[in-house]
């Protein structure tokens, strides 16, 4: 199965702007840096993956992208995450995806192992969707369709029934997948605590980061 993974990117000023009572803006920049670098390290050891995505209109991204061996679609302008993953769903049909893997850069805990797992999921379905819904259970933290764009995303609206109504609606079997390294998310400042909390002694640079500024 060849699996593309996709990593929309908003404009790091703009990034987790709930975090502002906790981190100035150069700081909110660098985690924005630090979690693109997180997320594509994971990505690169899940086997499953054929090619990595990053779509942004932030050339720090690209750059980033470039690192990690990932392709970058620069976008005109930043007009969210839907339209983002629009941009990479017709990259994936023109480059042969039979499935893709939608994946917000703002997982700390992001392993390979979850990635593989969704996958393994989808392996023996011809249509479905593999959903992984955030902690709070209103988003969506790891999407996978097959095929490709087989549903459209509604990542501003409640999107964890949004896309499962949307799959049932088009009469595709929806499998669901529950898992702390995909539920766990950095929206707001009570996020970044718990997770600083939590981190283990060989934490990655995200939660390391984020340990300092809670000292």
């Known amino acids: 199965m060849n699996v593309f993974a996709i990593v929309p990117v908003k404009g790091f000023e703009r990034a987790k702007t709930r975090m502002s009572a906790l981190l100035t803006l150069e700081e909110r ?8 670098e997180n997320t594509l390290q994971a990505l690169c050891g899940a086997r499953s993956l054929q090619r990595l995505l990053v779509v942004s209109n932030d050339r720090r991204a690209g750059e980033i992208a470039s690192r990690h061996g ?3 679609l620069r976008e005109a302008s930043e007009s969210g995450v839907n339209a983002a ?4 769903d017709e990259y994936c049909v023109k480059n042969g995806a039979d499935a893709s893997i939608v ?22 379905e011809a249509r479905c969707i593999v959903l992984c819904p955030s902690q709070r259970y209103d988003g969506t933290n790891a999407l996978l369709r097959k095929p490709n764009a087989s549903i459209g995303t509604f990542y501003d ?3 964890y029934e949004s896309h499962i109504r949307a799959a049932r609606d088009s009469g595709v079997p929806v499998r669901l997948y529950f898992s702390k390294s995909l ?5 707001t400042p009570e996020d970044a605590s718990q ?3 939590e981190a283990p002694a060989n934490a990655n640079s995200v939660l390391e980061f984020l340990k300092t500024k809670l000292q």
């Open 157 to 159: 609206d409640n999107s």
């Open 29 to 36: 920049i660098r985690l924005s840096s630090l979690m693109l």
């Open 183 to 187: 539920m766990c998310d950095i929206d």
């Open 195 to 197: 997770l600083a909390r």
């Open 70 to 72: 990932a392709e970058f």
């Open 85 to 88: 993953v629009t941009m990479a």
């Open 103 to 124: 994946i917000p850069q703002d997982l700390p805990l992001l392993d390979p192992v979850g990635i593989e797992v969704m996958c393994r999921l989808a392996e023996g």
